[in-house]
């Protein structure tokens, strides 16, 4: 049965989640968050249910939360805010406090282009990825690595060789046949997760190491392949 409970449960989620437990008179403000933040937040909620994904997780939330703080930096502010741009060498990236700008944050990233890690007290807590490192991403287009540093270590991920040029083959059909199998299995591993959390109990230090050497090279091909078409990605992201 339907009460005023609901009603009271997702003000309180308005008040908390999007407008941060800030107190605003201003009318325009809060249409802007029910624009632009509820509705993309709903709109996810939506397309997990729709592709039998259920709700979206507490972590899926508060990681959503942190990516939306990034975004909302403009293009200009970004450029100032990443203090160091980072070379070929040098693994060592350096993002400016969102708060202090006498502050920056120190954000590891390893080969093949991963961005793994951060000093921040937000990433030291949790060992999740944070707005420092969502920034980054969106700077860079460097994809997020959510293991802890035990795993992530510059010395396990190894660099994966690619050719120079890549070349597209126009077969359309069967590449979306690939793609779709890679979308299965992604969404299968993404069902084992609770899985992984049972077998913990049990597994054998060995087991535990041969699955993780299996996720990071299917994540290394993934980023070899990735970038050598990043300048559709490029496009593709530009124009959305």
């Not at 802007?32 to 592709?51: I, P, R």
């Not at 997780?57 to 508060?62: D, E, G, V, Y």
């Not at 392949?225 to 959305?240: C, D, F, G, M, P």
Request: charged share 20%; glycine share 2%.
């Amino acid at each position: 049965m339907l009460t005023n409970n609901y009603i009271e449960s997702w003000h309180k989620q308005l008040k908390t989640v999007f407008m941060k437990r800030s107190r605003n008179k201003r009318l325009d403000k809060l249409v802007f968050v029910l624009v632009y933040d509820v509705e993309y937040y709903l709109t996810q909620e939506y397309e997990c249910v729709m592709s039998n994904n259920g709700l979206m997780s507490s972590f899926t939330r508060q990681q959503r939360i942190r990516e939306m703080e990034a975004e909302e930096v403009d293009d200009d502010d970004r450029e100032m805010m990443i203090v160091a741009s980072g070379t070929a060498e040098d693994v060592n990236w350096q993002v400016r406090s969102f708060v202090n700008e006498n502050t920056a944050y120190v954000i590891q990233v390893a080969e093949p282009n991963l961005i793994i890690s951060c000093i921040c007290f937000d990433y030291q807590q949790r060992y999740k990825p944070c707005k420092h490192m969502y920034l980054l991403k969106m700077h860079t287009n460097r994809s997020l690595y959510f293991f802890p540093p035990s795993v992530t270590s510059t010395n396990v991920i190894q660099s994966v060789s690619t050719s120079e040029t890549a070349t597209i083959t126009p077969t359309i059909s069967r590449t979306s046949a690939f793609i779709q199998q890679c979308i299965d299995i992604n969404q299968t591993l993404w069902y084992a997760n609770q899985d992984l959390l049972t077998m913990q109990q049990y597994i054998t230090e060995d087991d535990g190491q041969t699955l993780v050497d299996a996720y990071q090279c299917s994540l290394q091909v993934f980023q070899s392949i990735k970038n050598k078409y990043e300048v559709h990605l490029r496009r593709s992201h530009t124009r959305e």
